[in-house]
């Protein structure tokens, strides 16, 4: 079975913020530092340490704030069936590729 997977990373200076909005499925790793993960209308928050890794369940928006200076990584994978099927699939992503899955969502960082 054939995997996309395609990654944004973030450098973070302390107190710095990300938003993210209709991220379902994305994953969320915290690749140095501390981050305070805010999901909006979630009654707790998430902190994620240097290598540990967060799912996001809903399409509501994140916000992401650096506790220390920080990397996060934002991953997104799409597999696909049949070899026949994934690569025509494929092909056809490829082709009208403009990194779909995390250009479907609109990120803010906040200096």
């Known amino acids: 079975m054939a995997t996309i997977t395609q ?4 450098e ?8 993210i ?13 501390e ?4 999901v909006d209308g979630d009654a707790g928050d998430i902190i994620l340490r240097s290598g540990e890794v967060w799912q996001i369940a809903s399409n509501e928006e ?5 506790l220390q200076a920080s990397r996060l990584s934002v991953t997104h994978s799409q597999a696909f069936g049949s070899f026949a099927d ?12 403009e990194f779909p899955p995390l250009a479907a969502f609109p990120v803010q960082l906040i200096r």
């Open 86 to 97: 994934s690569a025509r699939r494929m092909l056809f992503s490829l082709r009208s590729w």
């Open 62 to 66: 994140i916000v992401i704030s650096a």
């Open 21 to 33: 909005a209709k991220a379902r499925g994305q994953t969320l790793r915290c690749d140095a530092g």
């Open 35 to 38: 981050l305070w993960i805010t």
């Open 12 to 19: 973070l200076a302390q107190r710095e913020l990300v938003g």
């Open 7 to 10: 990654e944004t990373r973030f």
